[in-house]
């Protein structure tokens, strides 16, 4: 058995064209893990949203990328990242524009972001939905 000899000259050309080694796994990684992705946030999308409206969404009307989940029900459109989950409303001055709410964990958070939460454009700031009292 000969012992093996590794001087620096041996370290340095340790793979000297992949410096980016930690890209490729984590890009192979997202890849591989893509379907398991879409079917995982497809089904965790329609239980979260049957759990807060009682509507029964068809997997195959959740629009999802991997990452996000995109769902409708009457006119309310959900997002749901991971589990994170957050409903999508226009401005509620000029009734244009996409804003995610606050996170909503139960009933009480789709409640909020139903009602008390009122998205607003920087521009629509002025508008005060809410009489809030002077101290
Ligand atoms: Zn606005």
Not at 12 to 35: I, M, N
Not at 67 to 77: E, K
Request: aromatic share 8%; glycine share 8%; hydrophobic share 35%.
């Amino acid at each position: 058995m000969q012992a093996q000899i590794n001087g620096t000259a041996g370290l340095a050309t340790l793979e000297p064209v992949q410096p980016l080694g930690w890209q490729a796994a984590a890009v192979g990684e997202y890849e591989r893990t893509l379907p398991t992705r879409h079917a995982d946030l497809r089904t965790q999308c329609a239980a979260r949203i049957l759990a807060l409206t009682g509507r029964q969404i068809s997997p195959v009307n959740i629009y999802t990328d991997g990452r996000l989940a995109v769902a409708g029900v009457d006119g309310a459109t959900f997002r749901l990242y991971h589990s994170y989950l957050v409903l999508v409303r226009s401005s509620t001055y000029c009734g244009t524009g996409h804003f995610e709410s606050p996170e909503i964990k139960d009933l009480a958070d789709f409640g909020h972001a139903l009602s008390a939460w009122h998205p607003l454009h920087e521009d629509c700031e002025d508008y005060s939905p809410e009489d809030l009292p002077d101290f």
